[in-house]
């Protein structure tokens, strides 16, 4: 992965199982949500390639693609609702555009999906109109709207207070259990990490490349590196805040 | 604090400052008049040791003493074996001194020379040692860029930067073609309610502003021109001036640069915004393409709106210069318009109507390409929505110019 000339990360390779809840970690700047990037679309890898399956998303033509992305959700880090549309309309816009429904169906799928994140009674509010905790689950429905296979959060508990974060976590794992879906986590909140990962890396900007993978608790007890145990167990000194 | 109900005062709150600070703490205090001035002094000890005595109240907002009395005594040839502090006098501080001590210290390790920091108060040499605990990274500093290039590298990275620029505005243009393309087949995605509150938003919220301008600009011409007419007694041919000059080419010109101002910076606004909110982001993960359904809608609101907005300026312009034949050169109404009319054909008209409908798109691609390419800061925002005024501007300048040869060339 790299930004022109600056190479970011170029050694990655890993696989994610139908299932997983896998969580991609890393100290700041490490390029976390830039692999999240790649592997949506909204960047092109330098090198390699994403596959989807056996399928090769990189390689893929313009109508596969989005025949790809179509089993796909996605939270952004600020929920990205469009300022312009109110929740419901937010939810809709997936539903008109890749579904047959009619109207009220399609309100009545928006109003479902909006309760199904505690958003019940707020269809008819703009993005501006509500918190920043409520925009994320509003987008965390917008993301649910076609009920993909795979959902990507990019930092979903990033200014969360403690308990919302930890009923996104639940929300997180309830979408694992009853959509079967595959969800990958880009945080580094290690309260999150272990209430949800079933699996983990660690991207290092130092070594450009996977410092460590496993699940949370082998990462905690076994490190395999020091930056990890300082990682998992908070311990770090100024120089450490740099790598 | 207290305040008073039914005769007595309820006590809510009290707030005193806080208790003395200890040597490891950071005292803060108010500037005051009184507060002894900063004051540093070098001695050389027994011992081979040049002690850095420093005094006084030293806070950010203060006047520093330079280095240069350190500095001198470092460079005269006389290598003390450490350097030390005296900060028996220091009275409150703040971070300031921390930026004396940290260069004091940095002169002093150049030249080789241990630094003991065992005389400053403990917060200040906590804070020295934090800011040196992560080394400088070598890498880290962005490239120099060199302040006075040679003037042919401004030229080459000019001609480069202006190549990539038409490359990747007639790419826009073409996956606009695209998507009108779509457009025309029934499959271009937006939203008719976004279309219609652009088309209120270019439209009818764009008329008061067009009317103040045309009138005017009316006016103005009937002045200018009947400066001149005057002269040889033909200040009827204002009527003719101002109505051929506003049909054929001023009323669609101007109307156009009110709305580069207007609608231009506002798409660009607009999307370098969603940009920034990661909105359109969304749209192509969802595989919504956003030229169809963020483009084309402005352009189709601007394409449906200047026409309109052209002919409206050009009956504004009309009426100001109507206004100023009838009050100031004594032209009847009835007389001021027969004469427009005789003078001003539909052959103008269209012309004119077809020059404000090109100028229209030109500024929807203009606003459009520059948020769609804009950076993801807010200065960013605000520097395309400036980028998209001039392009717009511009490309509607030299549109006019165009279409001034193209019409001379037809016999228009």
């Known amino acids: ?58 390689k893929a033509p313009l109508h596969r693609r989005a025949a790809m992305l179509r089993k796909v959700g996605v ?24 579904t047959t429904l009619a109207r009220d169906e399609i309100a009545e799928v928006a109003r479902l999906k909006l309760a199904l994140v505690g958003l019940a009674g707020f269809e008819h509010y703009y993005p501006a109109d509500i918190s920043g905790g409520m925009q994320k689950r509003a987008g965390l429905a917008r993301a649910m709207a076609l009920d993909p296979d795979i959902l990507f959060f990019d930092e979903p508990g990033a200014g969360l207070d403690p308990i919302s974060s930890r009923l996104l976590d639940d929300l997180i794992l309830e979408l694992r259990d009853s959509l079967g ?63 | 604090m207290g305040r008073e109900t039914g005769g007595h005062k309820e006590h809510l709150a009290t707030i005193r400052p806080p208790a003395s600070t200890s040597s490891t703490q950071m005292p803060i205090s108010s500037a005051s ?39 001198r005594e470092l460079a005269s040839g006389w290598k003390p074996t450490a350097v ?54 070598k890498d880290a500093q962005a490239e120099e860029e060199n302040d006075d290039p040679f003037f042919l590298q401004r ?6 930067h202006t190549q990539l620029m038409f490359k990747s505005g007639l790419s826009f243009v073409g996956q606009l073609v695209l998507s009108f393309r779509r457009l025309l087949r029934g499959r271009a995605r937006f939203r008719g309610s976004d279309l219609w509150l652009l088309v209120q938003q270019s439209g009818i919220e764009a008329l008061p502003i067009v009317t103040l301008v045309c009138f005017l600009l009316g006016g103005i011409l009937a002045f200018v021109g009947a400066i001149q007419l005057e002269t040889f007694g033909a200040t009827i041919y204002v009527a003719d001036l101002v109505g051929v ?85 004594g032209i009847s109404p009835v007389t001021y318009l027969i004469e427009t009319a005789d003078a001003v054909s539909l052959t103008h008209a269209v012309g004119g109507v077809i020059k404000g409908t090109v100028y229209g798109v030109l500024i929807a691609i203009a606003g459009c390409l520059q948020g769609v390419q804009s950076g993801k800061s807010s200065s960013a925002v605000g520097d395309a929505a400036t980028k998209a005024v001039v392009a717009g501007i511009v490309s509607i300048i030299t549109a006019c110019g165009l279409f001034a040869l193209v019409f001379y060339m037809l016999g228009i």
């Open chain 1, 1 to 58: 992965m790299a930004y022109g000339d600056f190479v970011l990360q170029h050694d990655l390779n890993f696989t994610i199982e139908t299932g997983d809840i896998f969580v991609i970690m890393g100290g700041s700047g490490c390029g976390k949500s830039t692999l999240l990037r790649h592997m949506i679309g909204l960047n092109e890898p330098a090198k390699g390639e994403v596959l989807y399956g056996l399928e090769s998303f990189t």
């Open chain 1, 75 to 98: 939270l952004y880090q600020s929920g990205a609702l469009w300022s312009s549309m109110t929740l419901a309309e937010n939810v809709a816009l997936p539903l008109e555009e890749f």
């Open chain 1, 181 to 243: 879906a595959t969800i990958v986590v880009v945080t580094h909140e290690l309260a999150s990490i272990f209430a949800i990962a079933t699996r983990v890396i660690m991207l290092d900007r130092e070594k450009k490349g996977i410092l460590a993978t496993g699940t949370p608790q082998e990462l905690r007890d076994r490190p395999p590196h020091e930056f990890v145990r300082r990682f998992f167990h908070r311990v770090g000194s100024a120089a450490e805040v740099h790598r």
């Open chain 2, 33 to 71: 008049s009184e507060s002894p001035a900063t004051e540093v002094s070098v001695r050389r000890t027994e011992d081979q040791v040049l002690v850095v005595r420093i005094a006084g109240s030293w806070h950010i907002g203060g006047a520093f003493p330079p280095l240069g009395e350190v500095e």
């Open chain 2, 84 to 137: 030390s502090f005296d900060t028996t006098d220091l009275g409150t501080w703040d971070s300031g001194v921390l930026a004396f001590l940290a260069a004091t210290s940095k002169l002093a390790r150049d030249r080789g020379i241990k630094v003991d920091r065992s005389g400053l108060p403990k917060g200040l040499a906590r804070l020295l040692s934090l800011a040196e605990a992560v080394p400088e990274k």
């Open chain 2, 155 to 160: 030229i080459g990275a000019r001609a480069i």
């Open chain 2, 245 to 329: 000059a506003m049909v054929r080419d001023m009323g669609a010109l101007f109307t156009a640069i009110i709305m580069a101002g207007r609608s231009g910076a506002a798409f660009a606004a607009q999307l370098g915004s969603m940009k920034v909110t990661q909105e359109i982001d969304a749209l192509e993960t969802m595989t919504i393409p956003t030229m169809d359904f963020l483009v084309l809608p402005r352009v189709i609101a601007l394409l449906l709106m200047m026409p309109l907005l052209t002919l409206y300026g050009d009956a504004m312009g009309i009426l100001g210069g109507g206004f100023v034949g009838v009050a100031m050169l």
